[in-house]
């Protein structure tokens, strides 16, 4: 907040004057270069972080899935051979790591409903997307019994599932991409956001 | 007739994810034009898709930084570029006697270090801590090579978040930074001193133009207190039917409005029947809806 004591790091223009494409980077990063890898790093690590963050509704699991997905692409940059992209390949990787996790939570039956926010932990059904519901108290329960329903749905998907609708729905990607991060087919993704869509209709669709 | 409206609706999503084929779309959308049902089912499948937007979530905002700076703290070292450094990592990775050779070798280097200190730098290596790039390099025929590198020199300003000095770095990164992180958590650091005219102009052209949806939600919360002003009030008119974001929508429409049915004047309830004409998530017109009722207004402008 103002007022507060504040550290401003500076860096430069003449940083963003170098413009390197994407391949130059990774060519840089492979050959030892950390400010190149640092810079293909933040090309992809908030929708990677977004990403973690959705699926697993953890900031310290959303911040695990970074590390470790960032450290496997730094170790493992010197085998990438650019046969398919770089975004395919990161998101083979973390699309990995997130199933593995939501598939450890379903042998557990761990998830919790307590979910972590930027003022603290709280319940699930709280959550709507809205940090200011408590202006409007009808608006809060309409939105909460909604982000129940969305819960309940998303809690009895398998692993695979919910990352196909994850990247679909909210990732915005084409099945074909999905497809290929999985290593699947398309027809298989579709298939699988079929089901899905399925699932979301009928337990959504008398609350709209 | 039944089985093709029941094929239809199983795909409607499909189609709102433009996945189908291009044969399927077709037939999906011939029988659509015919089928009023099938279109009504339609509406009920965009509408809960539009509810499933209002259920996302986004990572806090400090959770980018951190992450990177422990990614940072977590990466292997580079390889020392330095002669000095690279002897003394051979030798620290290499030598199984390092340990009786340590305080020997520690010696040495103090010796190294006096007399380098009073030799000329014969090595020509930057002394700074600077991240370059090489921009071009050149030959002459004499065999003399011409380098010339883009550096970037890391300087740390300190202070207080009211320090002219400071704030006019941070109104500058909360504007500039390539970073959405950075940019939010400026943006939010910027909040206390909304009272500041500049601070508050920062805040409305991030919630008008910043790309990032958690940065313009940080500067939607900074300017609530100001939500009564004139400028603030024009931005959020704005923001209403500019900002593809219906969450960021919402907001706009709670703020502008929780002042009761008094700070609904004529433009407002126009700015609010304009978005009834063109929103299409149900959320959101349900909003708009219950604006316009508390203002006596109809929703639809004749």
Redesign the interface.
């Given at each position: 907040?103002?007022?507060?004591?504040?550290?401003?790091?500076?860096?430069?223009q003449?940083?963003?004057?170098?413009n390197?494409d994407e391949s130059s980077l990774i060519r840089a990063a492979q050959a030892?270069d950390?400010?190149a890898?640092?810079r293909l790093?933040?090309g992809y690590?908030?929708s990677v972080?977004?990403l973690a963050?959705?699926l697993l509704?953890s900031?310290d699991d959303?911040?695990d899935i970074?590390?470790e997905a960032?450290?496997r692409v730094?170790k493992n940059l010197h085998q990438f051979r650019f046969d398919c992209s770089f975004h395919t390949w990161l998101y083979r990787i973390v699309t990995n790591l997130c199933l593995d996790l939501l598939r450890k939570r379903k042998v557990r039956k761990e998830e919790s409903s307590v979910?972590?926010?930027?003022e603290g932990p709280r319940d699930r059904a709280e959550?709507?997307?809205?940090?200011?519901a408590s202006?409007?108290p009808q608006?809060a329960l309409v939105?909460g019994q909604?982000?129940q329903r969305?819960d309940a749905v998303l809690g009895e998907l398998t692993a695979r599932e919910r990352m196909v609708f994850e990247l679909?729905?909210?990732e915005g990607m084409?099945?074909r991409a999905i497809g290929e991060a999985l290593g699947t087919s398309e027809e298989a993704a579709?298939n699988c956001?079929?089901r899905v869509?399925?699932k979301?209709?009928v337990a959504?669709?008398d609350?709209? | 007739m039944k089985l093709a409206c029941d094929s239809v609706r199983e795909n409607l999503s499909l189609l709102l994810y433009g996945e189908l084929s291009f044969t399927e779309e077709e037939a999906v959308q011939a029988h659509l034009q015919g089928c009023t049902e099938c279109r009504a089912a339609l509406d009920t499948e965009r509408a809960w898709h539009d509810g499933l937007a209002l259920a996302t979530v986004e990572p806090p905002a400090d959770l980018l930084v951190k992450c990177r700076q422990q990614l940072r703290a977590n990466l292997p070292e580079p390889v020392p570029q330095n002669w000095l450094q690279r002897l003394w990592r051979g030798l620290d990775l290499n030598l199984n006697l390092r340990s009786l050779a340590k305080p020997a070798m520690a010696l040495g280097l103090v010796a190294v270090g006096y007399l380098g200190a009073r030799l000329p730098n014969l090595t020509e290596a930057p002394q700074e801590t600077a991240a370059a790039h090489v921009r071009y390099v050149e030959a002459d025929a004499a065999g003399n090579v011409r380098i010339v590198l883009d550096e970037t020199k890391p300087r740390i300003v300190s202070g207080r978040t009211d320090d002219p000095q400071v704030r006019r770095w941070l109104l500058a990164a909360a504007r500039e930074a390539n970073d959405p992180g950075l940019r939010a958590e400026t943006v939010a650091l910027l909040q206390g001193g909304v009272e500041a005219v500049d601070v508050r102009r920062a805040l409305v052209s991030a919630l008008e133009s910043d790309p990032n949806p958690g940065v313009r939600l940080k500067a939607i919360e900074g300017l609530r207190r100001h939500a009564g002003e004139r400028d603030t009030r024009q931005a959020l008119m704005r923001v209403l039917t500019a900002d593809e974001n219906p969450g960021i929508r919402t907001q706009a429409i709670d703020l502008l409005t929780e002042s009761g049915p008094r700070s609904l004047d004529a433009q407002m309830v126009g700015a609010l029947q304009q978005l009834m004409r063109r929103e299409e998530n149900g959320y959101v017109r349900q909003r708009c809806e219950k604006a316009l009722r508390l203002a006596n207004a109809s929703a639809e402008i004749f």
């Amino acid at each position: 907040m103002l007022n507060g004591d504040t550290r401003v790091a500076l860096t430069g223009q003449n940083r963003l004057a170098v413009n390197m494409d994407e391949s130059s980077l990774i060519r840089a990063a492979q050959a030892g270069d950390q400010d190149a890898f640092e810079r293909l790093v933040r090309g992809y690590d908030q929708s990677v972080l977004k990403l973690a963050y959705s699926l697993l509704r953890s900031a310290d699991d959303a911040q695990d899935i970074y590390q470790e997905a960032f450290l496997r692409v730094h170790k493992n940059l010197h085998q990438f051979r650019f046969d398919c992209s770089f975004h395919t390949w990161l998101y083979r990787i973390v699309t990995n790591l997130c199933l593995d996790l939501l598939r450890k939570r379903k042998v557990r039956k761990e998830e919790s409903s307590v979910v972590d926010t930027a003022e603290g932990p709280r319940d699930r059904a709280e959550l709507t997307g809205d940090t200011r519901a408590s202006i409007d108290p009808q608006r809060a329960l309409v939105s909460g019994q909604l982000r129940q329903r969305i819960d309940a749905v998303l809690g009895e998907l398998t692993a695979r599932e919910r990352m196909v609708f994850e990247l679909r729905h909210f990732e915005g990607m084409r099945l074909r991409a999905i497809g290929e991060a999985l290593g699947t087919s398309e027809e298989a993704a579709k298939n699988c956001l079929f089901r899905v869509t399925q699932k979301m209709r009928v337990a959504l669709g008398d609350f709209v | 007739m039944k089985l093709a409206c029941d094929s239809v609706r199983e795909n409607l999503s499909l189609l709102l994810y433009g996945e189908l084929s291009f044969t399927e779309e077709e037939a999906v959308q011939a029988h659509l034009q015919g089928c009023t049902e099938c279109r009504a089912a339609l509406d009920t499948e965009r509408a809960w898709h539009d509810g499933l937007a209002l259920a996302t979530v986004e990572p806090p905002a400090d959770l980018l930084v951190k992450c990177r700076q422990q990614l940072r703290a977590n990466l292997p070292e580079p390889v020392p570029q330095n002669w000095l450094q690279r002897l003394w990592r051979g030798l620290d990775l290499n030598l199984n006697l390092r340990s009786l050779a340590k305080p020997a070798m520690a010696l040495g280097l103090v010796a190294v270090g006096y007399l380098g200190a009073r030799l000329p730098n014969l090595t020509e290596a930057p002394q700074e801590t600077a991240a370059a790039h090489v921009r071009y390099v050149e030959a002459d025929a004499a065999g003399n090579v011409r380098i010339v590198l883009d550096e970037t020199k890391p300087r740390i300003v300190s202070g207080r978040t009211d320090d002219p000095q400071v704030r006019r770095w941070l109104l500058a990164a909360a504007r500039e930074a390539n970073d959405p992180g950075l940019r939010a958590e400026t943006v939010a650091l910027l909040q206390g001193g909304v009272e500041a005219v500049d601070v508050r102009r920062a805040l409305v052209s991030a919630l008008e133009s910043d790309p990032n949806p958690g940065v313009r939600l940080k500067a939607i919360e900074g300017l609530r207190r100001h939500a009564g002003e004139r400028d603030t009030r024009q931005a959020l008119m704005r923001v209403l039917t500019a900002d593809e974001n219906p969450g960021i929508r919402t907001q706009a429409i709670d703020l502008l409005t929780e002042s009761g049915p008094r700070s609904l004047d004529a433009q407002m309830v126009g700015a609010l029947q304009q978005l009834m004409r063109r929103e299409e998530n149900g959320y959101v017109r349900q909003r708009c809806e219950k604006a316009l009722r508390l203002a006596n207004a109809s929703a639809e402008i004749f």
